[in-house]
């Protein structure tokens, strides 16, 4: 379906999967999640609840500057008279927002370690244990790390290095102390404090997250990442990143998260900001794998984030590639807003939901300068009980002259208890803006699996196969390793499935 | 090698075969031919174990073991290999991934290391080759796109590469030109040996000029009905099935 009209197109619901009982896929029980364990450490934690006490607590901690204290208590204000967003397709209990505790860290990490032999050896352990070695030597090749672990970021690698190039790559906390005039030009810049309620929630309690600024006409040479990890009970983790790639300025940032298995839910509220400035290109990829909950669904994440990425400068480009097995309740819209002319914003998803799981996810692009494009790709899978959404809006402003937006959303199902929907709003002001959109749902047929099989392929090795080949244009977006790591974690979500 | 014995399946409440007996030899070469319709195909699944074809009396022997007690998988692994009258589309998934996938769970049933990348590709290409597809077919994803012929090629190709005991081949001859039969009965030759066995189902008399069949039998009514030589193909195509008298008890 193509449309270039101004009018917005009506939501299409995509049908139900439960139109057509297929006898053959039925879920089961799904495997366990591996990444369940707690860390036994000593952690220093406030009292749960929420006022400007615990604001000034938190930014007390950090040593912020006044200004950010001000700006923290500006959003709290804001918060305190908006209403949580209900639209999304999306079901849970109301949160007691009272009963979250809004700062956590390991005591080993209160006096900041230096340099990585100063972090307690459990966390390195812990790290070990994700599959993230922190030691620089056992790291990748040209992936540098910055690990959150519950509020504070407890290593960075690779950091001189990147300082030698005039890349910074930090926690956020220590951007604050080093680079307060970079912090203080962007931060809500893209996501105001009054953006929408969890990033106003944020805005006030932003515990760490990341900070990256690429200088003019650097390429950075090595991916960075960071890794986030929920340990301590009760707490949310309201993580603040924020990239500025300067003109000509090119960086890759991977994201990955876990979280230990308990069945109360968590919370999970980051905000990111990305600024694009002329010539300039982000790519963002994450791999999000918080705990889902049990078969049942009981506990689990709820991940209600906001990531937004500005286009700000002519031919600049933000690329936006997520993987996402994990959390209870998604919500979700990494977004770019195209500003400069000629700038290209792009979104590749997998959303996968099994058992209880529900995710409402998608992009939102918004096209206002010439000549700006942008790509959505979106590939979701249910099983189980789960019920999968995109959600997408292509505004095309009045100023986007030559403005292109393509739209793919497929939808894959396995079994017959499970949804999938695609409401892909389109709001056209330029006539000579075009905009395509095609959309398909489809089911693992009984046939696909036995063809597989004859060829020797176990059942589960059969339907990953599959799967796998569905979410293709978008793995290969990933860089290496992490397209490696995303198909194993599919495998895995996906494991008792079919039976 | 296969021995089956007073078979009756049936597709939902429909019975498609009613008590068909048929014997294939080791190092033989059997072909089965009968009327569109007449549950050439459901024979074929239920030797591969589709779950879709429910067997209701009968047995089945592969090897001395009941094949009909096999997981469609361990039936592969054990050498039964279907060339499927209608192949199926895996979009995103390359032929190449699928192929080294099966062979490499065969391999491991067998005892046998996995090939390595650089092995598996070299073998690949040297049997695409044979089959005259061009080796960018390898990474195209599977059955997607392809056109009639092509899919059945690749049907064969994947029979090369897996190298089954008992390999069952669905109407592989169907739209198929001339040349693509001569290269796809070729690829069935060249897999003929004293440890091997074919099934090969086909409506036309043409590929058995060039895959030669030792027996020949004709499938009407959900049974086995005449059961010759090469002859008997070449009277088929003569007469036609009208003049089988389908509802004769006795097979021959
Ligand atoms: N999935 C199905 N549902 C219902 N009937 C089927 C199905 N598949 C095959 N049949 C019927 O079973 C009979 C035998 O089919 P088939 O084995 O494909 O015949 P052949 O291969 O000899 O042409 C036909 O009458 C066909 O219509
Ligand atoms: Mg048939």
Known sequence: MTAASDQPLPVVPTPDAADEPNRELKAIAAKDYEWGFVTDIESETIPPGLDEDTVRFISAKKGEPEWLLQWRLEALARWRTMTEPTWAFVKYPPIDYQAIRYYAAPKSAADKPKSLDEVDPELLATYEKLGIPLKEQALLAGVAVDAVFDSVSVATTFKDKLASMGIIFCSFSEAVREHPELVKRYLGSVVPTSDNYFAALNSAVFSDGSFVYVPKGVRCPMELSTYFRINAADTGQFERTLIVADEGAYVSYLEGCTAPKRDVNQLHAAVVELVALDGAEIKYSTVQNWYPGDKDGKGGIYNFVTKRGACRGHKSKISWTQVETGSAITWKYPSCILQGDDSVGEFYSVALTNNHQQADTGTKMIHIGRNTRSTIVSKGISAGRSQNTYRGLVRMLPGAVGARNYSQCDSLLIGDRCGAHTFPYIDVRHPSARVEHEASTSKIGEDQIFYLQQRGLATEDAVNMIVNGFCKEVFRELPMEFAVEAQKLLGISLEGTVG | ?252
């Open chain 2, 1 to 252: 090698m296969l021995e089956i014995q007073g078979l009756s399946a049936r597709v939902g409440e429909k019975p498609i075969l009613e008590g068909l007996d048929l014997v294939v030899p080791t190092g033989e070469v059997h072909a089965v031919m009968g009327p569109n319709g007449s549950g050439k195909s459901t024979l074929a699944k239920v030797l591969a174990g589709h779950p879709s074809v429910e067997v209701t009396a009968g047995t089945v022997r592969y090897l001395g073991q009941d094949l009909l007690e096999l997981d469609p998988e361990e039936r592969a692994r054990e050498g039964v290999f279907l060339a499927f009258q209608y192949p199926i589309e895996i979009p995103g998934v390359s032929n190449s991934t699928l192929l080294r996938e099966g062979l490499n769970a065969v391999r491991a049933h067998r005892g046998e290391k996995p090939l390595d990348a650089m092995d598996f590709l070299k073998l690949a290409r040297a049997h695409a080759a044979k089959l005259g597809m061009d080796p960018t077919m390898l990474g195209r994803s599977v059955n997607e796109g392809f056109s009639g012929g092509e899919k059945k090629r690749n049907e064969v190709l994947q029979m090369l590469v897996l190298e089954p005991r008992l390999a069952v081949l669905d109407e592989t001859d169907s739209g198929l030109d001339i040349d693509a039969l001569k290269v796809v009965a070729s690829g069935v030759n060249a897999l003929r040996s004293p440890e091997r066995a074919f099934l090969v189902i086909t409506h036309y008399q043409r590929l058995l000029d060039h895959i030669v069949p030792d027996v020949v039998h004709v499938l009407a009514g959900g049974r086995i009905v005449r059961t010759g030589d090469r002859s008997l193909a070449l009277e088929l195509e003569e007469k036609g099935y009208g003049w089988l008298d389908t509802t004769a008890g006795a097979a021959r």
